[in-house]
């Protein structure tokens, strides 16, 4: 499949007609759920290209020269250690995210002690130096959510922009009432740090997973689209099933 204006099939062929294209905020608003869930699976190599063949590459970071407004082209490639990498971010920041929701300070001095070589968190380490912090659960859970949000922050304002758009029809007189407000993404990294940045700012509009315990979105695929289902109850049809399974053998 092929994501608009976002990623590119696992698959190469000179044509496109084999691949719908789909919108990911309103097809797959979960998304960034997925993705950061996959690096945890055993069989990394096998989820991602599972994930890729059903939602596209997830692309890379590279910056666009500045002030340039050029669609950039769909990615074509992408190292197995660069989606690993991008997976494993996604995991950190839904990882912090639901220590704070849980208010379990272990888990986040954990998760910090787990990351503190890696770039984006190792400030923080620097700052507060974790390995020390004893009886300040509020200050952990504070920097916790810090860091979630920081991270998506950076990727957002990164690769996503916000425009005005407006329907325009030859020959006619502007209709102001078909001004509205859109986002671009330069890559499928981009649209899905997007989904969590909406998620987040709905404050908190979350249920639980009823079999693995994970946070599931309730929140709108975007603030002006389409309301979840209150009564959603597992991640994925894997967690359903399994969930089924586990029944059955009581």
């Avoid at 329907?167 to 859109?182: F, I, M, Q």
């Avoid at 603030?223 to 991640?235: I, N, T, Y």
């Amino acid at each position: 499949m092929i994501a608009r204006s976002s990623c590119s099939p696992f698959e190469y062929r000179d044509s496109d007609d084999d691949w719908p294209d789909y919108f990911p905020f309103d097809d797959a608003p979960d998304l960034f759920l997925k993705f950061g869930k996959l690096y945890e699976r055993a069989n990394f190599e096998q989820a991602a290209l599972t994930f890729v063949n059903e939602y596209g590459l997830p692309g890379d970071r590279e910056q666009p020269v500045k002030g340039e407004r050029e669609i950039r082209p769909a990615p074509t490639k992408m190292k197995l250690s660069e989606f690993r990498d991008e997976a494993r971010r996604a995991w950190a920041v839904l990882s912090f995210y639901e220590a704070v929701l849980n208010g379990d300070a272990p888990a986040v001095k954990n998760l910090f002690l787990e990351l503190r070589a890696n770039k984006v968190f190792m400030l923080w380490d620097r700052i507060f130096r974790f390995e020390r912090i004893e009886g300040y659960d509020d200050v952990l859970l504070q920097v916790g959510l810090t860091c979630a949000v920081q991270t998506v922050e950076e990727v957002v304002h990164e690769m996503c922009r916000n425009r005005i758009r407006f329907s325009w029809e030859s020959g006619k007189r502007p209709d102001l009432s078909t001004v509205h407000t859109a986002w671009d993404f330069d890559s499928l990294i981009g649209a899905m740090h997007l989904q969590m940045w909406w998620l987040m700012a709905s404050a908190g509009d979350i249920t639980r997973c009823e079999f693995c315990g994970r946070i599931v979105s309730l929140a709108r695929s975007r603030p002006e689209g389409r309301k979840h289902r209150r009564d959603k109850r597992f991640c994925d049809d894997a967690c359903r099933q399994a969930h089924h399974r586990s029944k059955k053998k009581l």
